[in-house]
């Protein structure tokens, strides 16, 4: 109401001078300066549009722009700066608007100023620059900006002071510190030229490799190295498999395509005194389990070879001197990938690629979710031909499932319901000498129906690439592997932003960085940013930070990770310590089988196993930002590693007085094997979620494998995995109805949340279960499956039936009994279309652009939404937009009121499109629920 009495207030003093907008006060200024000066943004607008005068100036020079920023207003002056106001303008004392924003703190607005290219050394009467006046009030950031816009170092003021003693006059040591070593014009020009950006692309993008264990990843990466240049050397490296103990592993040579000599293998080879025996898969099928398996860990003698190796020294191709333990192996020091091996490859006629190759291996799964879902890169797919058909192709949908549910749809969407920037992805069938197991026929009708499943999110290679693992000499299938590559990272580098030029040179200062912090590589955002600054570019501003630390991860030389909880980032400077030993050792069996079956673990547990770190609580916070723990009293509760099961009475029939409800949180179809792997960081939510409790004496949370029981005073929430499903039982006083159905609502929207977090690509429905039932605590419960709910909100009824033919009240189904509750909801007929989630629009495009028998259904649809006007403008799109996503963005522009998910359904019902109008019910929100403030919520 304040807000609203000012506006008025000033429309007020605008109003009468929107005839004459230049009029001025006694004091000289005119309307344009009061509202400037005052804040009032849409006051200005309207004289600005009225023809005020930008430029004129009141009685002691000022301009709208000046008063503006004295006031701090940023977003009226960059208003007045887009309508063409004079940005130079000098007052009664010399400041120019620079001047203002510089001794104000004011970087968008300097930022701005100084692209429009004025000049920056302009002085006032006192002499002062904005360069002074920035050193003078502290504001590095703008003292950044200037350098960069050529001020000069040297002005002195009226009283001789240049901008570097007057920072040191007012004790800020940081600008003073900057300001010397920008002093040499040399130095200022090299440190300018840093920061713009190279014309050549990335040396490298990533080629991120999944498979189930036995695949033959590992060695398929080997075979993308072959050439036949060198044959010679694959040949000797297989007489020495087969012939000799195997001292190194075989990855860690790694052999550059314009020289045959081999790169020394890690030192950490000696340090950990073990070696690696590699084992060649068997031609035979019936030795293929075992040694596909040791195929996967051909390096687990030793760690892999580091992504993080400078490219000013080895060409960004190599391995580093590894100082921690390697991650735990079988007895034989032999096993599978171990969490994520990382390495930089240069494959022949292909170029060079940091590789990542995911673990097939299931418990590391619960963690891929930080390192998948950028589509700046190649995803290799790969499976073993050998296999059986049924279970290769199971596989193959395990993973494009997987890949799907990691990576965030992305606007525009396109024809028949694709995705902006689909993600590239190939698949690579292995196979062990002899003919191929699978014939062209079946590899064909088997890509046809993977790229017709999944070309609405992939940009999947419509060819299986068949690699012989036991080839001597390059193949054909690794020939085209390749080719694929090279033309895919070609496409993806020409579209990516060109890398700063003082990429390699932090680049090298990385590698110091990694030799200093060798026992646990990881620093904060604001450190790093620090460390940047003061030793490879003072000049480096937070955006030049910014763009440095995602071209150090699209080459995979670091690893970025993003705390929403503290608010403090980390930088992970050695992604394979990350990878293959934290992770590596975390899901080794040493962990994996403890004896802890609450999943609790101390911190000297943890100082035990990693002794190389100097303080645990560093690693368990990392761990913590991965959400794969939380804190619990003294200890940190791994839910992944819970292994106690949940106790027979933990939901006794004994509260025959209470209210029941509940549902159930299912995953889309063909994402049914998503809930198990989100599940245990579902339980780290609840726990992080019980310091949100305003009275934590009312609260507790007891956990186990799969299932939660938590309390909030009278009230008892039961959270477990059922099936493919989270299921939420609630129960508490009748009295509390209205409570239970916020504390329903609470933990329904945690669930959905935490899956969002994990898997953005994948869909959720809300099944509720029969309260009926619930209270009398049968084993399966009968379910309202979310088109039963819609269909009955679609007819206005109140009552549904469950699963089990059995007539419920949609107010004791949703609602615990509670009319006041009832009250808050609006249902999911009446929501705008407008608000339908892109995955839903996404599928709903998928069904209707394509032609039909009858013709187009988007084009019906059309004229059924009274939009036969806009089908030319629709179809002229092409196949580039969707014609379904903007006919219904047209829709809700134009009807508002009538541009209902209830009206929709019914045009789909009338157009005999009822699998669509299905699908609708599935992906709408049931309701949408508007809460008031309830006490002892959390």
């Avoid at 990843?217 to 075979?223: F, G, I, N, P, W």
């Avoid at 419509?462 to 080839?471: C, I, K, R, W």
Wanted: glycine fraction near 6%; hydrophobic fraction near 40%; charged fraction near 20%.
């Amino acid at each position: 109401m304040e807000e609203e009495a000012k506006k008025k207030m000033a429309m007020e003093i605008v109003h009468p001078l929107e005839e004459e907008p230049n009029q001025t006060q006694k004091e000289g200024d005119s309307a344009l300066h009061v509202a400037a000066s005052r804040g009032h943004l849409e006051c200005v607008e309207s004289l600005v549009e009225n023809g005020a005068n930008l430029d004129e100036p009141n009685q002691n020079g000022q301009v709208a722009l000046h008063l503006a920023l004295s006031r701090g207003h940023v977003e009226i002056a960059l208003l007045l700066l887009s309508r063409g106001c004079k940005p130079n303008v000098q007052d009664r004392v010399g400041d120019t608007p620079l001047h203002i924003a510089a001794e104000r703190g004011l970087s968008a607005a300097a930022q701005t100023l100084c692209q429009l290219g004025i000049p920056v050394d302009v002085q006032n009467a006192k002499g002062f620059s904005a360069l002074h006046l920035a050193a003078r009030h502290g504001h590095i950031d703008i003292v950044r900006c200037l350098c960069l816009s050529g001020a000069s170092v040297h002005l002195k003021s009226n009283d001789g002071m240049t901008a570097e003693i007057m920072a040191l006059a007012q004790e800020q040591k940081q600008i003073a510190t900057l300001l010397a070593k920008v002093r040499p014009e040399k130095a200022r020009i090299k440190l300018v030229k840093q920061l713009s950006t190279m014309e050549g692309p990335l040396r490298r993008i990533k080629l991120k490799v999944f498979g189930h264990p036995g695949a033959g990843k590992t060695r398929l990466v080997q075979a993308l190295q072959r050439s036949s240049a060198s044959s010679l050397n694959s040949l000797m490296e297989s007489v020495s498999r087969r012939f000799s103990d195997n001292l190194f592993p075989a990855n860690s040579v790694v052999v550059n395509s314009s020289s045959a000599d081999p790169i020394p293998p890690p030192l950490s080879a000696a340090i950990n005194g073990g070696s690696a025996t590699i084992i060649m898969a068997s031609p035979s099928k019936s030795g293929e389990n075992a040694d596909s398996s040791a195929d996967e860990g051909i390096h687990s003698g030793v760690p892999s070879s580091s992504s993080t190796t400078s490219s000013s020294s080895t060409n960004g191709i190599g391995h580093r001197h590894k100082t921690w333990p390697c991650a735990e192996r079988g007895s034989a020091g032999r096993g599978p990938t171990q969490g994520i091996d990382i390495q930089n490859v240069a494959f022949p006629e292909c170029g060079e690629f940091s590789v990542w190759d995911f673990s097939g291996h299931e418990p590391f799964h619960i963690c891929y979710d930080h390192f998948v879902g950028n589509t700046d890169c190649v995803h290799l797919v790969v499976t073993r031909c050998s296999d059986d058909p049924t279970d290769e192709y199971k596989e193959l949908l395990y993973w494009l499932n997987f890949l799907k549910g990691r990576v965030t749809p992305s606007e525009p969407i396109g024809h028949c319901g694709q995705i902006a920037r689909r993600s590239v992805v190939a698949i690579a069938g292995t196979f062990m000498g002899g003919d191929c197991p699978i014939t062209r026929n079946e590899a064909e009708a088997m890509m046809r129906t993977l790229k017709m499943r999944f070309e609405t999110h992939f940009d999947i290679h419509g060819q299986l690439f068949l690699v012989d693992l036991s080839a001597q000499v390059d193949c054909a299938g690794s020939r085209e592997l390749r080719t694929f590559l090279a033309r895919q990272r070609d496409a993806i580098l020409m579209r990516l932003q060109r890398p700063l030029r003082m990429l390699d040179e932090t680049m090298a200062f990385m590698d110091q960085l990694r030799e200093q912090y060798a026992q646990f590589p990881c620093i904060t955002w604001p450190y790093f940013t620090t460390l940047i600054r003061s030793e490879v570019n003072p000049l480096a501003s937070d955006g030049h930070c910014r763009q440095l630390i995602q071209q150090l991860q699209l080459i995979g030389e670091v690893v970025y990770l993003r705390d929403e909880g503290s608010e403090i980032d980390f930088i992970v400077l050695s992604p394979d310590w990350l990878g293959t030993h934290l992770l590596g050792t975390l899901f080794s069996p040493r962990f994996a089988h403890s004896p802890r079956a609450s999943g609790r673990f101390s911190l000297e547990d943890f100082g035990a196993v990693f002794p190389e770190v100097t303080d645990p609580a560093d690693m368990l916070q990392i761990l913590e930002t991965l959400q794969l723990c939380c804190v619990a009293d003294t200890d940190f509760e791994f839910t992944v590693f819970i292994s106690a099961a949940a106790p027979q009475d933990v939901w006794l029939p004994n509260r025959p007085r209470f209210v029941y409800g509940g549902l159930r949180i299912k995953p889309a179809r063909g994402m049914e094997q998503t809930m198990q792997s989100i599940f245990p960081r579902i339980q780290v939510a609840l726990r992080r979620s019980m310091q949100d409790f305003q009275d934590p004496i009312e609260a507790d949370l007891a956990q186990w494998r799969y299932c939660s029981k938590m309390l909030s005073g009278k009230m008892e929430a039961l959270i477990r995995l059922v099936g493919e499903a989270v299921e939420i039982q609630i129960r508490g006083p009748p009295e509390m109805a209205t409570s239970c159905i916020y504390y329903l609502e609470d933990l329904a929207n945690l669930v959905e949340q935490t899956g969002a977090e994990v898997a953005p690509g994948v869909s959720t429905e809300r099944h509720f279960l029969s309260p009926a039932h619930l209270r009398e605590h049968k084993t399966s419960p009968a379910m309202f499956t979310p088109e039963t709910i819609m269909e009955m909100q679609q007819n206005e009824s109140l009552i549904i039936v469950n699963s089990e033919g059995e007539e419920e009240e949609f107010t004791d189904v949703v609602c615990f009994g509670s009319k006041e509750a009832a009250g808050l909801l609006t249902l999911g007929v009446d929501i705008s279309v407008s608000q339908l989630q892109l995955s839903a629009r996404s599928e709903l495009a998928a069904l209707l652009d394509a032609p039909n028998t009858l013709g187009m259904d988007w084009s019906i649809m059309a004229v059924k939404l009274n939009l036969t006007e806009q089908i030319p403008e629709v179809d002229s799109s092409g196949q580039s937009l969707s014609r379904t996503d903007q006919l219904l963005t047209e829709w809700a522009l134009h009807s508002p009121d009538s541009a209902s998910v209830g009206k929709l359904a019914s045009i789909l019902q009338e157009m005999g499109r009822n699998d669509v109008k299905e699908l609708l019910f599935r992906r709408v929100p049931l309701y949408l629920f508007s809460p008031v403030e309830q006490p002892n919520r959390h």
